[in-house]
């Protein structure tokens, strides 16, 4: 049964009692929603059991037990086998996988960045594109770690927070656009990368974070951090990793982007092209000189728009939350819609240092 829209929840202690939270809080849809996602059978048919996927694993483990413990945690609480929940986030670091296959792919997103112009702060904002069957069922969520600064994250059933978009409370942000290149390799995966970043303090710190771990495959990561004027950009496949200061404002849909990828094979949808182009008109044109990147994101003046609320058999993906991050040099104001017709259930100031945030 759908539950109010991005409802929120607040959770705290070791990785496996968080991840228990979450999956408690998610264990309907975990059983009865992404089970039927072609994306999530597909996974099942064809990788479970497999080697590939044990390797994975291994990989994570080894680099950082305590999340794939959070996994653990999801899958007790949602009453599920860790293998499906583990699978379920190695969405996207197996060949043929999801979003590998011919057809558009519901999951993706926009990032918009807005470089700091006195005295206004430096934005960047998103919106979370994925099955428009998971509309009611995902959750902001407030994530207060034992040793790590915690975190407000989208939290999408069965996933490790940090794919999608957060803020933390060293006042380092971080959203993620879906990248489809076909460069796989035996690591970690690379949802537990996003989730990794969100322990970091400092921006190089996270960007340090994805280049030094050896990934599965990889996301764009876009990077602000309350105290510092830099917004960077992060192109992560498996095979490579390319970070870029936004200088002027830019955008970043779901195909790799910079010249050092060119030549690496990639699955681009039509969405994913029409959605950047789209963006980067309006963006030449000036829409978000005012400092509001929702004039981009709430955009839905091409056939293929930027803003998917409508149900369409040529662009199966929906936009299931937006989010935009204020960031100056005390902290990070944010807001977080579900209809972008009306005001935002969460917003709040999440101060450098802070020990919790005001929403």
Known sequence: MRGPTLAPLSTSGDAY???????????????DVVPALDRFRSLMREWRGRDRVRALEAAARAAWPHYVREIEGIADGA????????????????????????????????????????????IIAHNEDDEPGLHGYCRVVDVRPDRAPGFVSFYSPGLLPGHAFAVNRAGLVQTVDDVRPEDHALGVPRHLVCRAVLDCERLDDAVACIRGTVRASGFHHSLGRAGDHRLLSVEAPASGC??????????????LLHERFAHLPQVIDPSSRSRRIRAETLIEGGVVDGGDPLCVLGDVGSPLPIHRREKDADDPGFTL???????????????????LRHPPPHHGKMRVGSSSART
């Open 321 to 339: 939350a937006t989010a935009v991050f204020r960031i100056s040099g005390t902290g990070v104001d944010y807001e977080v819609f579900d209809d």
């Open 79 to 122: 009453g599920m086998a860790f293998e499906a929940v583990f699978l379920w986030n190695c969405r996207g670091d197996l060949p043929g996988s999801g979003g590998r296959r011919p057809r558009p792919d519901a999951a993706g997103g926009t990032t918009v960045m807005i470089p700091p112009r006195a005295p206004r702060s430096g």
């Open 242 to 255: 390319v970070v870029v200061e936004a200088r002027e404002p830019r955008v970043h849909a779901n195909h």
């Open 17 to 31: 009692a968080i991840g228990r939270a979450l999956g408690e809080a998610s264990a309907s849809a975990l059983r």
